[in-house]
């Protein structure tokens, strides 16, 4: 009994110094260092390219321009076999934000809903503290389809088709949001559609690329994806960040047989692009396979959720 009071006096003693420690400096404390730690948790742009091939950027063919992209790849890890779990919106980008493969998340096809919304990867960072924020840009990624929860802000107005809407117009509505900041780290996540058929890419890339019009959706998308990792790395130059883009499924594009993607499994629908860029992470290439499944313990261990157990840097950093 008398330890048991002891204890409690002990901690009241402690306690009343350390309050009264804190208002004696509170105006003599040295403000906030303008370069943060490396252990404060980074603001985190997810970037998803639709439809978008690994062999049709201009990492890998002279065929077309994607600067932005190109960029990236230069000051980033650039993973040059990573691979779709499936080559369909819904089930791939499941898989993005649960790391599981469809078997285990349930999510086969487009049209179904997703139910385990705590297990998300935006839930889990809001339960940490980011504020959180998505800009999708097609039908199978509305918010009915159950992948919105965890986001303060799940932006799916898709306009009055209610079909998609091109990168311009979710980049102009990612970049306002950013200029409104906030505080605390930020996870955004911007999801662009333009190179899904069908192919109509507007100036001066459908004139550009007569030819395919694909290659003219994936140089317009690259423009904006552009314009996006601009701001983002404006509004967090003074503070810890990470930047993940990532392909959800390719497209046939005649390979095999197969025109767009959904059936088939070979190369130009599973294999697409994966760079990470950000604070403390150098430029390299990684030939070794890695599913896109990972992306999840990736982003959560910057979050210092997790051990990192399947991250794409091989750990927590
Ligand atoms: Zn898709």
Known sequence: MCATIS????????????????????????PLPRDASPRQP???LLVTL???????????????????????????QV???????????LPAHTSILTGRYPSEHGIHENGRRFTDSESLMASRLQQRGYRTAA??????????????????????????????????????????????????PLFLWVHYFDPHEPYEPPEPFRSRYPEDPYLGEIAFMDQ???RLVNAFEARFE????????????????????EALHGNLLYQGVMRVPLIVVGSGISAG?????????RIFDTILSWAGDGDGGRSLLGGAP
């Open 285 to 293: 290439m990684v030939a070794v396979p890695v599913s896109t499944r």
């Open 7 to 30: 204890t409690h006096a002990f901690v009241l003693t402690i306690g009343l110094a350390l309050l009264g420690c804190g208002s004696e400096t509170s105006e003599t404390a040295s």
């Open 224 to 226: 904006e994806l552009g």
């Open 135 to 184: 800009f999708v840009s097609a039908f199978p990624l509305a918010a009915e389809f159950g992948l919105a929860s965890g986001f303060d802000r799940y932006d799916d107005d898709f306009g009055d088709d209610n079909a998609e809407r091109p990168a311009n117009q979710t980049t102009d509505l990612a970049l306002a949001y950013l200029e409104r900041g906030g505080v605390g």
């Open 79 to 89: 993973f040059s076999q990573a691979y779709a779990t499936a080559p369909m919106t």
């Open 50 to 76: 639709d439809t978008t091939r690994a062999d049709r950027l201009g990492l890998e063919t002279d065929v077309v321009e994607t600067p932005a992209l190109d960029a990236l790849a230069a000051r980033g």
């Open 238 to 257: 003074a503070t810890p960040y990470r930047i993940l883009v990532a392909g959800d499924h390719g497209e046939g594009l005649g390979d095999h047989g």
């Open 42 to 44: 980074p603001s985190i």
